[in-house]
């Protein structure tokens, strides 16, 4: 008897600590999670240590190579900039812009996704052919017509622009999902109730896609910094003197062969974020749920 | 089934012309051609300049619904206006057009075949070292912006160039200025060799997109019923996966490349500009630096339309291989 | 201990097959010894999970890759499990075969079904290409499939589940092996098409002498068609012997519970169903004694210490069973001490004369879509034509048919409380075409449902409390009224109050369909629909929920909608019963008498096609083989909807043939009920 009373217990463990234990058993998943846990630290807090910062400009060292013993530990740029602080202060741009932007796109993504998947019909029609209409627009060819607009204004708005052309594809994965958690039997089972329609969508479908937007989040923010970084890059996302590692990048391959710190620490650190940021969510989509990529227990 | 085209054909113009006139109203109000000519020493006179932009349809003075009305005129007529530099935009589209699908036909169709033998190969040896060093490398270039791949692929070659001492890849333009007249052996060569690194960039990320697409529908595929009935039958696993599950498996890839192809036009951009072939996506760019209104509303609407005839051309092409959804 | 015999075709000594998983390794089979004899139909009888499903994969070479195999499948001497996947791929298909439970997943989608056939006969044939399309269609006619030739080149999409799963037989038998297994092979199907594919399945056999493995869940089929049967559970072999010796003298507890357990369309009034307590085993962490020790009314200190041995019983050779009180079981069950005993059946109740539910003239169309990419609607589905019911209180009535008929469509009708597109539906007196909102709401409370599957009608992020509380909440009950309710539901399910925070991931299927009870019953309401709420679960956990229903049934005096296709189910638990066949009601009466005689040929057939679960009667029935399928909705068939499948009408005189294909009948009076047929067989 005292063997059954323990598997009970054993069984009753939750599903956020197997997810925990699923998500902490993938290497990569550590990694990203550790990487970007860096990544956050240089780009908020060493700056702070570093004894230049981003907009001063050091006329002593002009294109100095990376050296510790002048202080600029990733070299200085033609007019004298500090790299390293550019680099962080670009860093710190683009980790923002890309939270920003996912939090934005993936939130529209959920409310228009659930309620043109659970209210159907004429809703959903409506809804779904302006996802449609917006696939077709060029949304990178849109974002960077529109760059002139917010020159030398708030880079806010570049955020907007970049959440509202980067929700569509989620928004339809949700609405399949909701179109199915519809005909669920738990979903029928709250409606012969009589449970009204916003407390079925709150207590039962949204909580019930909540582990994919979060997984989409998590995604979205490396699609967002992806995106940020090649407008900026052009020249049509973060406007001067502002920076983020898409402009670094940009000015720095001017001389790129005889002066390659100018971008290749701007460049690396990107690789980087992206890369630790889609570990994380391939991480949490095994962790979810194992098995759909085939990425059970090895 | 007429009924259907004609609704599904009206469909596509209205979304066409929807996305063609966001294009020209937002170009309109974010673009101020008349800047171009600020500055100038000497001034040039406001009348000079208004002519000027009358001429093009650019004239801010005139209300945009009014230049909007001209354009659309063209259009109908099949004229898409004047750029910046006085030249035809119909002229400029039609040269430009064989140079960006040179670079992305050729890119698109060895990324995808690759990628697609890529993800097969890793999804049969699953966790096997093949399939791991695969899996991160995907995963490192899908985390690498598509210019910085450009960028660190073209400093590569010269840095192969000045070690070798000779100039093996070239990494601007089509081909070398003043080789037109050459020999026509010599001047295919000399295109092979700026052929090789922008098409080098489009296809590393087509390959590492799409092999991992293909990795999981083929995991799909091989856990899936029908493969254990073609082993139960006597195919040994290996011929049951390339009888039976190949197919099914391609299946999926082809609408996703037919929807991907619609969308190259923006890593066209890129790869374009870093390598200076004059295609649609660097005219773009260039465009909205010269406050060309014309010719950024005419890649609006051709990307739409290439969006479009795309998702047209995923539909078909399911149709045609997947019997499930074929018309009888 | 293992029964050797001479003519043992495949001998699988001590097997063993593992899988790793996150929760521990998985005990799929446990030390399972047993013989294939030449051209016998050997059953595995067994719940989910049992290990009767791998042990048949095992066989043949077919487990996935994580799987961890031990012990010996003998074959010419060989053991199998040593070969290669190419040279086990030479013995696949040629001299063993299988079958799948589901034959739709189980065909390749983009090829026809004539060269996935032609393909298996030119890996071990060395013939031509032609000829072996010649043979393609040989076998398909074999398999009874109408127009071969022309099927051949159809997509197995294009073919419904009976007739795919004889395309399955087909190609199982296409290379006339020694050893055909069947997993679940009819499980999937509606009764009357289960009938028809056994026969094919019976057929084949005839005509190629192979043995058949046929692995199932349901005790009726190995009745009628198996000659030994081995009984597993928690992936061991816990009986074996001939299929006679086993249902009359069971002597494994586990056996013995299940075949008392499980519902009989031959039942007779007053007959109980045996409820074995508790779940069954997980196979994940083992008890170090008999599996089924937790649940066995007879388990003493002695089964809890050691897995007792598959031993033969000392009066019969080829009998065994791994039971370590193998010798006192008998006297138990003599004395009736085994197994508790659910309520009798008494189908005919104290007579209301108030309606709780009344459908006139129920009508439903669904239009007809075509292509996945150009949809485009061209017709109607007339899933519920004209269906007239009413249920009077504290009875329960059942609405059967199979898939298709319609009988989903017109609970959801119901349930909807809106004005039906044609007819009337009134509940609890009120019409529900003329009822306020507020009015609608109301009669919520008094109208509840259990769905079919406890897995998918529980919120997997509630929990259990708060599902349950759910419906207080919406009408508004007080946080500690809510908790007393909870209670009291709990333990009115037979549930521990103390695990309403626990969530539904929790419990098992018989667990959680007491969840769904509960939380049916949290308003008190007058009118209970069950959606076939015991078909999802296991064998041996269902007269569990059918004896609770039972009982709340009579202790809260409720109304019951009992929508089933299993009839045996309905025998045991409906008063009144109402058979519907594509949209329409064609007989109503009470249970007990239009089971024991039917007045509507479909339902006579419907009746005839159920397995009983005892050999002796189950091969002594001439059983009613209908003729084709269901036809579709969208396109019914002329006059009397069943009339192109009628068994009677075929020994009809001419002019009365025409009368069923050109006018439709109407309900009439019948012996016992009423009846929609020209020539109802109680009136001849």
Redesign the interface.
Known sequence: MA??VK??QD??F??GK?IRV?FFRNK?AVFGLFGLAMLFFLAFVAPHLDKFKWDQLDFDNMLSPPSLSNGHWFGTSQIGGDTFALTMRGLQKSLIIGLLVAFFSTGLAAIVGASAGYLAGRTDRALMWVI??L????S???I??????YRGKTWLVFVVLLAAFGWMITARIVRGISMSLRE???V???I?????TR?IIF??IL??ISSLLIIDATLNV?GAI?SE??LS????GVQPPDVSL?SL?AEG?ND??AY?WL?LFA?MI??LT??C???IG?GLRDAFD?GA??GQ?? | MLQFVIKRLANFFLMVIIAGTLGFFLASTALHPRSNYDGRQPPIPVTTIDNKLDGLNMNDKTPIPIRYQHWVGGLLKGDFGTTMDETRVNHEISTRIWVSLRLLLVGSILGSVIGVLVGVRSAVRQYKFFDRFHGISAFIILSTPVFLIAILIKFGAIWINTKIGHTLFYTIGEYSPGLEEAKSSALFLNRIQHFLLPTLSITLGGVAFYSRYQRNTMLDVLASDHLRTARAKGLTKRQALFKHGLRVAILPMSTLFAYSFGLLITGAAFTETIFGWNGMGRWFILAVHQNDINSVSAVVVFSAVLVLLSGLLADITVAALDPRVRLR | MTLSHTDALIQIRDLSVTFPSESGSVEAVRNVSLDIRAGEVLGIVGESGSGKSVTSLATIGLLPDSARVSGEVLYNGKNLLKLTDEEMSQYRGSDIAMIFQDPLSALNPVQTIGHQIAEALLIHQNISKSAADKKVVELLDVVGIPKPQERARSYPHEFSGGMRQRVMIALAIANEPKVLLADEPTTALDVTVQAQVLDALKHARDITGAAIVLVTHDMGVVAGLADRIAIMYAGKIVEQGPVNEVFAQPAMPYTIGLLHSIPRVDAKAGSRLASIPGSPASPVDLPQGCAFAPRCPAAQDICLSANPPLVQIVSSPDHAAACARVDQIQGLVASNKLFEEGPAHSPTKNESAVNVLELKDLKKTFPLMKGAIMRRRIGSVFAVDGVSLTLKQGQSLALVGESGCGKTTTLIEILNLVAPESGSITVLGKNAATISKKERLALRKDLQIVFQDPFASLDARLPIGEAICEPLKTFGYSKTDQRARLSELLLLVGLNPMHANRFPSEFSGGQRQRIAIARALALNPKLLVLDEPVSALDVSVRAGVLNLLAELQEKLSLSYLFVSHDLAVVQHIADQVAVMYLGSIVETGPVAEVFKDPQHPYTQALLSAVPIPDPIIERGRSRIVLQGEIPSPANPPSGCRFHNRCQIRMILPKDQQDRCSTERPVMKKSTHGEVACHFPIGAK
């Open positions: 063997t059954k598997l009970e069984e009753t939750s599903r197997l699923r990569l449609d209409l696939l077709v627009l060029p990178f060819l849109l960077a017509v529109l760059s002139p607009l669920r039997d738990f029928r089972a709250a012969y109730m009589g449970v009204p407390l207590r039962h909580p019930n490396g992806l970084t090649g890059y052009l020249g049509f898409g990048i391959t790129a062969m390659p971008f460049g990107l690789i992206v890369l940021v889609s570990f391939d194992p990529t085939g227990a090895k």
